[in-house]
């Protein structure tokens, strides 16, 4: 709307009992919404959900935290969640990416994306979930790497394997 609308003089919002031309300068709905935008993150009762985790920097971009959404790898209250569910102050979250499981409560709302410190704020990790999350990250550590840390195989691998495999 506010690209629509941008340059539109306002009237309503020029102060009683002087005129436009007294003013020097007219106010555009555009200007408006760049002006308000802090006071509009402040004042959100209820945002949507694909919204804020792209917000709180669960997710890279919105299309992908609509797509974990309606994967069912999101719930809110023990709830599977749409995309356009409102959210409040308040709710639980969970969040699965495999093989993590994250279960976080919104502190705080905002519709627009900012640093990584700024998108800390919006939520509090649960102590169970920290925990349980700090445990699997140590036994994956301990586990032995799954890849092949040697690269492509030799002359002489290659050669071994084919006798092995009766080539």
């Not at 945002?47 to 804020?52: F, G, N, Q, V």
Request: glycine content about 8%.
């Amino acid at each position: 709307m506010a690209g629509r609308d941008r340059g539109r003089v306002i009237p309503s919002l020029v102060p009683l009992g002087t005129s436009r031309c007294a003013i020097g300068a007219e106010l555009s709905i555009g200007k408006l919404m760049r002006d308000s935008r802090v006071e509009e993150a402040t004042d959100l009762e209820r945002i949507r959900l694909d919204k804020w985790l792209w917000a709180a920097r669960f997710f890279k971009t919105r299309s992908l935290a609509a797509d974990a959404i309606a994967g069912g790898k999101v719930d809110v209250n023990g709830d599977h969640a749409k995309r356009a569910r409102p959210l409040q102050i308040g709710d639980r979250i969970t969040v699965r990416h495999p093989p993590f499981e994250t279960h976080v409560i919104v502190q705080a709302l905002s519709e627009h994306r900012g640093r990584a410190a700024d998108a800390a704020k919006l939520y509090e990790e649960t102590p169970a979930s920290r925990a349980a999350r700090e445990t699997l990250v140590a036994q994956l550590r301990a586990m032995p790497s799954t890849s092949r840390e040697q690269g492509r195989p030799t002359k002489r691998d290659r050669r071994i394997l084919d006798r092995w495999r009766g080539r």
